[in-house]
C-alpha cells in the first residue's frame, strides 16, 4: 500500500507562489501515474495537473492553470510537488495527491489548504 502525505498549503496573496509537496512512502514501485486535484467549496474535485510515470513521465494539465503550474516528481527522495506561481483567488481549495498503482488502486492524500486572498 502507499501513504501520501501532503503539505505546502496556506494562504498568499493573489501574484504570488507556493509550493506544495506529496511525500510518498510504501508500496511506490508500483505507481504509475500522480497526480494533484483540488476541490473548492460547493465544487466537484478536479484533476489540476497529473504525471505519468510508467510512459517516461508524461504531464498533463488543466487548462486553467497551464503556464502558471508545474508538476515534477524526485524520483530519489520519492516526493510529488506543484509549483504554482501566478496564483489567482480562483485557486483557492484543497489540493490533493493522488496516486493510481498499477492494478487499478487508487490512493489519496489527506489534502492541504491553499487561500489565494489579499
Known amino acids: 500500500q502507499v501513504q501520501l502525505v501532503e503539505s505546502g498549503g496556506g494562504l498568499v496573496q493573489p501574484g504570488g507562489s507556493l509550493r506544495l509537496s506529496c511525500a510518498t512512502s510504501?508500496?511506490?514501485?508500483?505507481?504509475?501515474?500522480m497526480g494533484w486535484y483540488r476541490q473548492a467549496p460547493g465544487k466537484l474535485r478536479e484533476l489540476v495537473a497529473e504525471i505519468i510515470i510508467i510512459s517516461g513521465g508524461v504531464t498533463n494539465y488543466a487548462d486553467s492553470v497551464k503556464g502558471r503550474f508545474t508538476i515534477s516528481r524526485d524520483n530519489d527522495e520519492n516526493i510529488l510537488y506543484l509549483q504554482m506561481n501566478s496564483l489567482k483567488p480562483e485557486d483557492t481549495a484543497v489540493y490533493y495527491c493522488?496516486?493510481?498503482?498499477?492494478?487499478?488502486?487508487?490512493?489519496w492524500g489527506q489534502g492541504t489548504q491553499v487561500t489565494v486572498s489579499s
Open positions: 493522488r496516486a493510481n498503482n498499477r492494478y487499478g488502486g487508487v490512493v
Open positions: 510504501g508500496s511506490i514501485f508500483n505507481i504509475a501515474r
